[in-house]
């Protein structure tokens, strides 16, 4: 093995962050802000703020119109279920499944962005506090293990991220969702309005603003621009607009003088000092050189995301830890959670706003948040927990049917906006399963030599019920806002198509069940923090990212604490 030649004190960082993606970056800025020299490693390629390339071209500006060829799709032969991430404009950013495999006992669909900002880059940016409702789901139910933490303990941390992020939203003193520190929301359009009063009265259901991290509001937010609703987000955003790591955190983490970013560095593993009985440091592959180098720390902050956080600590072996870092539990690498989705409703709406149209691409649409099982009245005898919905309302285009037209008919139908349409996705919470895990295949090492990951994950019985109330409740829905030729759809959801993969280093109040504290501290090696959705007991049915950001935030600020203190 290849050491760094350098004296040890030009390696030694006081915190090392493994990935700079949503909640790499807050670990970053957080950090070094409290004065600490902060080392953070990225497996991929440097990227800053504004390198994106794709950000101002159109369709005709790329080959096929933004389609991937039958060729360059061999490359992405598990990417493509998904149908929408990689493209011409984003192929760039999602790594090759050919050049990184991983494996899977039962279908995992697993979407990875390897380069400094990781997937804040990519992510559709919807942003929910959650709820005691959730945090106390799983002792309410006697399922898995109970969160060590309550909705006040994290709620304090949710006002204090989102203020810095900018979350468009709209308050409704809906307790299951929450309200939040909010930027003025992207507005429904006059559809939605009204779908919102008939449903609200016909079904006390709520339809509100999609909460979005967006800068909606000139002025703060250090020079990040406002939205410019261009629907483009996924490219990357150059006016800063949405929440990214490289636009707001890394940036502000590297005004401090204290970051060091390290990109194409790819953890090999976490290394245990047995005297002192916490981890001194980090083990590094250079991806492009395949060198090795150890970089050391006082603290570690675990954010590569729910299945490399898991891997690095199943690799990190030790006499103390022949099954990985923190693993007494035995729970490292079980419990992966996700949301099912891909399945919903949408129908038309006839000889109304026919006059009516909108501006502009919001990179929202609206939010239903749950309604099931949240009391008695809500309560279903066929599955626990719930889901919401999101989705919008537009009119048809020119390039909607027009089988009985042709020529000057056609021409003349097609330069008129056609029928209002709306249709809504839902987003269904998995539970905690034990034996939903993933794995380390040493028998198939990767081009670094590392082992690859297996998938064992599935839907079992109450997702799968959800599935058939999530169809029931949509048409009902859009029945009660007055529209038409209403038509549900389910196309299947393997777990990880929701790209919100958690729950494989959990967060409990015993060591003998989970592997962190309510502080996200390994409980066996105190010195080292695990703040990505690793770290989630349970999933929800919102989209996790600002819960990251909050627990983040929360961490940090106690890692700092006790470092100070002199117990780290």
């Known amino acids: 093995m290849y050491f760094n030649s350098k004296g040890s004190e030009e390696v030694t960082y006081d915190a090392i962050v493994i990935g700079s993606g949503i909640s790499g970056g807050w670990a970053a800025k957080e950090l070094t802000e409290k004065g600490l020299k902060v080392l953070v490693l990225d497996r991929g390629r440097m990227i800053k703020h504004g390198d994106y390339p794709t950000a101002m071209l159109d369709t005709w500006d790329v080959p096929n119109r933004g389609r991937l060829t039958q060729e ?244 990190s072996k030790s006499d103390r830890f022949p099954n990985g870092m923190g693993n007494d539990s035995g729970e490292l690498g079980h419990n992966v959670m996700d949301h099912h989705l891909n399945l919903g409703a949408y129908g038309t709406l006839e000889n109304e706003f026919e006059d009516k149209y909108y501006k502009g691409r919001r990179p929202g649409g609206f939010f239903i948040p749950r309604f099931r099982n949240i009391d008695k009245a809500s309560a279903r005898k066929d599955y626990i927990r719930g889901f919401g919905y999101q989705g919008g309302a537009s009119r048809q285009g020119y390039n909607r049917p027009t089988e009985e037209l042709f020529g000057a008919d056609m021409k003349a139908t097609l330069s008129q906006p056609g029928p209002w349409t709306m249709g809504m996705t839902g987003f269904g919470e998995i539970l905690p399963y034990h034996e939903n895990k993933m794995t380390l295949r040493y028998d198939k090492l990767d081009q670094w030599g590392l082992p690859t990951v297996d998938f064992s994950v599935e839907l079992k019985e109450n997702e799968l019920a959800m599935r058939e109330d999530i169809l029931v409740a949509a048409q009902e829905i859009l029945d009660a806002a007055g529209f038409k030729n209403i038509q549900t759809y389910n196309r299947g959801s393997n777990p990880g198509k929701g790209i919100h993969e958690m729950g494989t280093a959990r967060m409990g109040k015993d060591p003998k069940t989970s592997v962190l504290n309510k502080w996200n501290q390994v409980h066996t090696v105190k010195n080292v923090f695990v703040t990505d959705g690793a770290c989630m007991t349970s999933a929800a049915n919102q989209n996790p990212s600002l819960t990251y950001m909050a627990l983040t935030a929360r961490a940090a600020d106690y890692a700092v604490s006790e470092l100070n203190k002199g117990n780290l």
């Open 72 to 315: 360059e799709w061999k490359d992405y032969e598990k990417q493509k279920r998904t149908g929408y991430t990689v493209t011409q404009f984003t192929k760039h950013m999602w790594p090759k499944d050919t050049e990184h495999p991983y494996y899977e006992t039962k279908p995992f669909d697993w979407h990875r962005s390897y380069q400094v900002g990781g997937r804040s880059l990519l992510w559709g940016r919807h942003s929910y506090r959650w709820s005691d409702i959730d945090f106390t789901a799983n002792a309410r139910d006697g399922i898995a293990v109970d969160w060590p933490i309550r909705y006040k303990d994290i709620a304090p941390w949710y006002s204090y991220v989102e203020k810095y992020a900018g979350i468009a939203g709209q308050k409704e003193g809906h307790p299951q969702t929450p309200d939040g520190e909010f930027m003025p929301a992207f507005e429904l359009n006059c559809v939605e309005k009204q779908a919102r009063e008939r449903v609200k009265d016909k079904l006390g259901i709520i339809i509100t603003p999609g909460r979005v991290a967006h800068i909606t509001k000139e002025g703060g937010h250090n020079g990040r621009g406002t939205c410019q609703a261009r629907n483009r987000c996924i490219r990357g955003c150059p006016y800063g607009a949405y929440f990214s790591s490289n636009a707001a955190t890394l940036p502000d983490a590297e005004k401090t003088g204290n970051l060091t970013i390290r990109p194409n560095s790819i953890v090999h593993s976490i290394i245990y000092d047995e005297a002192t009985q916490k981890a001194k440091g980090v083990q590094v592959i250079d991806s492009e050189t395949k060198e090795t180098f150890e970089y050391f720390s006082k603290i570690v902050f675990c954010n590569a995301s729910a299945i490399p956080t898991a891997s690095i600590l199943l690799n």
